[in-house]
């Protein structure tokens, strides 16, 4: 039986936000109600459970300046708990490619991941969609995060 695999909350960015020219009260904009989008989904797989700790603070620290994300419509943390074979990552949901390269570039990003590039393993895949459901997203998600937690790291 996999393990669960814990989401938090959706945390919109500017793109996905009331004040991007969206409806108010609309917490995931226009991007929500069926524009296109583009998706990235990416796990990490730490080849030590305790580096995990390290990966989960730096990706909150990442989602609380999110609302600064320029191309940014919405994310997901997530997360599979383990003692042995802890994972984390991330869905993110972009207006378009030239965002997702965006925040690829940013120097805290970069940080991060020349940080943890040689202690884990890295998976991530991209898809493009014209019309962006939030729930038709996570389950997407869902079932690639269930795929990699399948698969064991190698040291």
Do not use: C
């Not at 909150?60 to 320029?70: F, I, N, S, Y």
Request: overall charge positive; charged content about 25%; aromatic content about 10%.
């Amino acid at each position: 039986m996999p393990a669960p695999i814990w989401f938090a909350p959706w945390k919109p960015g500017p793109a996905g936000s009331a004040d991007a020219g969206h409806a108010p009260g609309d917490p995931a904009g226009a991007a929500d109600a069926g524009g296109a989008a583009v998706v990235s989904v990416t796990g990490f797989a730490p080849y030590r459970p305790w580096t995990s700790v390290g990966v989960n603070v730096s990706g909150v620290a990442l989602r609380r300046a999110w609302g600064e994300v320029e191309g940014a419509i919405g994310l997901w943390l997530w997360s599979v708990p383990g003692l042995l074979r802890p994972r984390s990552g991330s869905v993110s949901v972009w207006r378009d490619e030239e965002g997702l390269r965006g925040f690829v570039a940013r120097h805290d990003h970069v940080r991060i991941m020349r940080a943890y590039r040689d202690r884990g393993a890295l998976r991530s895949t991209t898809w493009h969609t014209e019309r962006f459901d939030r729930d038709a997203t996570q389950e997407a998600a869902r079932r690639i995060i269930e795929e990699w937690s399948r698969e064991r790291p190698t040291a």
